[in-house]
Structure formats: C-alpha cells, structure tokens
C-alpha cells in the first residue's frame, strides 16, 4: 500500500521560503499524477499545484502562480514544492496526493504559517 508523507512546513514572515517534501513508499508503481492542496480552517481544500507523469504538465492555482514551483524526482519518489515570496494567506494545511491504479493515496498534511 502506498504511503505519502509530507516535510518542511514550518513559519516563516512573509516575503520567506519553504520547500516541501512528498516521499512516497509502499508499493511505488507509476502514478499518473501528484500534486499539492492545502486547506485552511473554515474553508474548503482547494488544489495548488499538480503534475501529470506522462507528460510533466503543470498546473498552478491563480494565488500561487510565478510564486510556487511544483516539481518530481522519480528516482527518489517525491514530490517537492517551492514556494517563495510567502503571504499571510498561503497560511494552510498542505498535503500532496497522487493517482495510483488502486486510487487516490493522501498524505497527513504539513503546516505552514505565514506571518505578516
């Protein structure tokens, strides 16, 4: 079974950096895409940046755009995301996710916190 495990969330003043980590363990066959939602309290999970295996197509939400960089190392199953020029409202719970055949695998999230 798949496993997903995010890192590197933490606090940082706006205007600072965080880059997070997906590892993925378990059975690990290909996934036809990974990517980053993040939910903040009292609102919905909304998708923040994918990437589809086959092609290496991205997608970044409007608020992250030139900002977050989704990117994957296959050879060590992860998943990243940098995210620079941090704002007050990119304060969230990310988590990442991907599509296997046997269906979507979610990681338990990594808090970040953007202060002003």
């Known amino acids: 079974q798949v496993q997903l495990q995010e890192s590197g969330g933490g606090s940082v003043q706006a205007g600072g950096s965080l880059r997070l980590s997906c590892a993925a363990s378990?059975?690990?066959?290909?996934?036809?895409?990974m990517g980053w939602f993040r939910q903040a309290p009292g609102k919905e999970r909304e998708g923040v940046a994918h990437?589809?295996?086959?092609?290496?197509?991205?997608y970044y939400a409007n608020s992250v755009k030139g900002r977050f960089t989704v990117s994957r190392d296959n050879a060590k199953n992860t998943l990243y995301l940098q995210m620079n020029s941090l704002k007050p409202e990119d304060t969230s719970m990310y988590y990442c996710?991907?599509?296997?055949?046997?269906?979507?695998?979610w990681g338990q999230g990594t808090q970040v916190t953007v202060s002003s």
């Open positions: 378990g059975y690990t066959g290909s996934s036809s895409y």
């Open positions: 990437i589809w295996t086959s092609t290496g197509s991205t």
């Open positions: 996710a991907a599509n296997y055949a046997s269906g979507k695998v």
